[in-house]
């Protein structure tokens, strides 16, 4: 796989695809890559940037000679991408997705009759930010990467495309589609959904000053970041997975009249029980930055309340090429006596900055 010269092709580039063609480019700096986007000024950033070769203005021959064409669009246009794009595939070109939803490709995938030559794929990574700007190659690294073949489709095919993936510092995992979509409306659909409904709960509920928006910097933002990801992503999301997420969701909700019913009760042990059995399960988990909501790597520092100090350590980081994903003060010291918030692209990151911090007297809290 490393010595051979890949064509690629992309439609649609965004986060996700953006991510994939900064890897493809990064690992094999010699492939041949092209993409259309409906958003020409993605494709034209990506050309300036030596990421694609070629931004296609429409979907035409020039797909033709890709080795591997990635469907990387909203997930409701497809349909008409497929049909647009069917004229000019090769019959030795696999096709892919990368839509954390996979029954409805899959469906029109054999529709069209294309069965023998798709592998849907889902990239289990993301971020709150959206769009081609915010893609980076490391996104996709030890990151599960899940694959769901047809039954058509080779299995010389399968084993190619899964080095592929690995290649990219991807985790492959390969699935039925149907147990991929039950999967991810339990560990990812589901969570977006509780923690925009806590979200509203707390906006419902808050008192006209804002006293519990005021004071949600902490924990409660923590645990509710991934309710600024995209509505639009997760409206699409649950109109095409919609009967696990409904399925899981009256589960949940009866886990929480369980729960409310032990508390009403005031049953001491069974309460304890409730949180030290998810305690337990919570730690058994492998490193959380392969699943699909993306672990943030951050750290809070304490630090003298003086002009200078948060540019001083900006400085110094970035003096030691450690680069920062986002930096800010830390008003609420729920989690820290700290007052300053850095969060950094990768652990090793945090270890670098740690390093180079701590002997200078400062003081790191870093998050579990």
Same mark, same amino acid.
């Not at 700096?29 to 092209?34: R, T």
């Not at 058509?152 to 991929?180: D, N, W």
């Not at 649950?238 to 399925?247: A, Q, Y």
């Given at each position: 796989?490393?010595?051979?010269?890949?064509?690629?092709?992309?439609? %649609?580039?965004?986060?996700? %695809?953006?991510?994939?063609?900064?890897?493809?480019?990064?690992?094999?700096? =010699?492939? &041949?890559?092209?993409?259309? =986007?409906?958003?020409?000024?993605?494709?034209?950033?990506?050309?300036?940037?030596?990421?694609l070769n070629t931004a296609l203005p429409e979907i035409n021959d020039a797909f033709k000679e890709c080795d591997y064409i990635f469907l990387c669009a909203p997930v409701s246009f497809n349909d008409e991408n497929l049909l647009k794009l069917k004229q000019f595939l090769s019959p030795d070109c696999l096709l892919t997705d990368v839509g954390s939803v996979k029954t409805d490709i899959h469906k029109h995938i054999e529709a069209l009759n294309l069965s023998s030559q798709f592998i849907g794929g889902h990239p289990m990574a993301g971020s709150e930010r959206t769009g081609y700007a915010n893609?980076?190659?490391?996104?996709?690294? @030890?990151?599960?990467?899940?694959?769901?073949?047809?039954?058509?489709?080779?299995?010389?095919?399968?084993?190619?495309?899964? &080095?592929?993936?690995?290649?990219? %510092?991807?985790?492959?995992?390969?699935?039925?589609?149907?147990?991929?979509?039950?999967?991810?409306?339990?560990?990812?659909?589901?969570?977006?959904?509780?923690?925009?409904?806590?979200?509203?709960?707390?906006?419902?509920?808050?008192?006209?000053?804002?006293?519990?928006?005021?004071?949600?910097?902490?924990?409660?933002?923590?645990?509710?970041?991934? #309710?600024?990801?995209?509505? #639009?992503?997760?409206?699409?999301?649950?109109?095409? @997975?919609?009967?696990?997420?409904?399925?899981?969701?009256?589960?949940?909700?009866?886990?929480?009249?369980?729960?409310?019913?032990?508390?009403?009760?005031?049953?001491?042990?069974?309460?304890?029980?409730?949180?030290?059995?998810?305690?337990?399960?919570?730690?058994?988990?492998?490193?959380? *930055?392969?699943?699909?909501?993306?672990?943030?790597? *951050?750290?809070?520092? &304490?630090?003298?309340?003086?002009?200078?100090?948060?540019?001083?350590?900006?400085?110094?980081?970035? =003096? @030691? !090429?450690? !680069?920062?994903? @986002?930096?800010?003060?830390?008003?609420?010291?729920?989690?820290?006596?700290?007052?300053?918030?850095?969060?950094?692209?990768?652990?090793?990151?945090?270890?670098?900055?740690?390093?180079?911090?701590?002997?200078?007297?400062?003081?790191?809290?870093?998050?579990?």
């Amino acid at each position: 796989m490393k010595n051979k010269n890949l064509t690629c092709g992309f439609i %649609g580039l965004g986060l996700i %695809g953006g991510s994939i063609a900064r890897a493809l480019r990064r690992f094999y700096p =010699d492939c &041949e890559l092209i993409g259309y =986007d409906i958003q020409q000024k993605a494709t034209m950033l990506a050309v300036r940037e030596g990421v694609l070769n070629t931004a296609l203005p429409e979907i035409n021959d020039a797909f033709k000679e890709c080795d591997y064409i990635f469907l990387c669009a909203p997930v409701s246009f497809n349909d008409e991408n497929l049909l647009k794009l069917k004229q000019f595939l090769s019959p030795d070109c696999l096709l892919t997705d990368v839509g954390s939803v996979k029954t409805d490709i899959h469906k029109h995938i054999e529709a069209l009759n294309l069965s023998s030559q798709f592998i849907g794929g889902h990239p289990m990574a993301g971020s709150e930010r959206t769009g081609y700007a915010n893609s980076k190659a490391i996104l996709l690294e @030890n990151a599960y990467y899940i694959l769901t073949p047809t039954n058509e489709v080779p299995r010389e095919k399968i084993t190619a495309y899964r &080095e592929l993936v690995a290649s990219l %510092g991807a985790i492959p995992l390969v699935i039925s589609y149907k147990q991929h979509d039950y999967v991810t409306a339990a560990i990812s659909h589901l969570p977006h959904v509780i923690a925009a409904s806590l979200v509203n709960l707390i906006k419902d509920s808050d008192s006209p000053e804002g006293i519990m928006k005021m004071i949600a910097a902490g924990g409660f933002k923590d645990i509710t970041r991934i #309710a600024s990801s995209s509505p #639009a992503m997760w409206q699409q999301i649950c109109m095409t @997975n919609t009967e696990n997420i409904v399925e899981l969701l009256e589960t949940y909700i009866e886990s929480l009249k369980s729960i409310q019913e032990k508390i009403r009760q005031r049953k001491e042990d069974s309460v304890y029980e409730f949180f030290d059995q998810a305690r337990r399960y919570r730690d058994s988990f492998i490193d959380a *930055s392969r699943g699909p909501i993306k672990k943030s790597y *951050s750290v809070s520092i &304490e630090i003298a309340d003086e002009p200078g100090t948060l540019a001083s350590i900006a400085t110094i980081l970035a =003096d @030691n !090429s450690i !680069s920062i994903k @986002n930096i800010g003060i830390i008003h609420n010291r729920e989690q820290a006596s700290g007052a300053l918030g850095i969060e950094f692209y990768d652990p090793e990151s945090i270890e670098a900055a740690k390093n180079i911090l701590i002997p200078k007297g400062y003081i790191i809290h870093e998050k579990a």
